[in-house]
């Protein structure tokens, strides 16, 4: 079993940054899938970025390219969203999410752009992020 907690988050500026943190309790091996979905009410959760734990380029939605970083401490079993200049747009409950079955780098990537959301099977427990104008 993984639990995954979050941290980070809050409200801030247009243009301003923020770190989420997502701390796996158990192992995450090394052809895991990992990614931040976003969700604002009455929308579907959305896939805004994924990392294949074995390596390979993380995947980012379109909106998101250029501002997001993901990115995973292997030793600290920690996975991060680093967030810039951030728009009002980003406004939304954040959630990290794993899935600890065989993946490759494209299934993952496939997996996260797709929001096929079911398939995972641990997530964290959500932290909101304000962008005021």
């Known amino acids: 079993q993984v639990q995954l907690t979050q941290s980070g988050g809050g409200s801030v500026q247009a243009g301003g940054s923020l770190r989420l943190s997502c701390v796996a309790s158990?192992?995450?091996?090394?052809?895991?899938?990992m990614g931040w979905f976003r969700q604002t009410p009455g929308k579907k959760r959305e896939g805004v970025a994924g990392i294949y734990t074995g390596g390979d380029s993380p995947y980012y939605e379109d909106s998101v390219k250029g501002r997001f970083t993901i990115s995973q401490d292997t030793a600290s079993n920690t996975l991060y969203l680093q967030m810039n200049s951030l728009t009002p747009e980003d406004t939304a409950m954040y959630y990290c999410?794993?899935?600890?079955?065989?993946?490759?780098?494209?299934?993952?990537?496939?997996?996260?752009?797709?929001?096929?959301?079911?398939?995972?099977?641990?997530w964290g427990q959500g932290t909101q992020v304000t962008v005021s104008s």
């Open positions: 999410a794993a899935d600890l079955d065989s993946y490759s780098s494209y299934q993952c990537e496939v997996t996260i752009s797709s929001s096929v959301t079911d398939v995972f099977a641990y």
């Open positions: 158990g192992k995450i091996g090394s052809s895991s899938c």
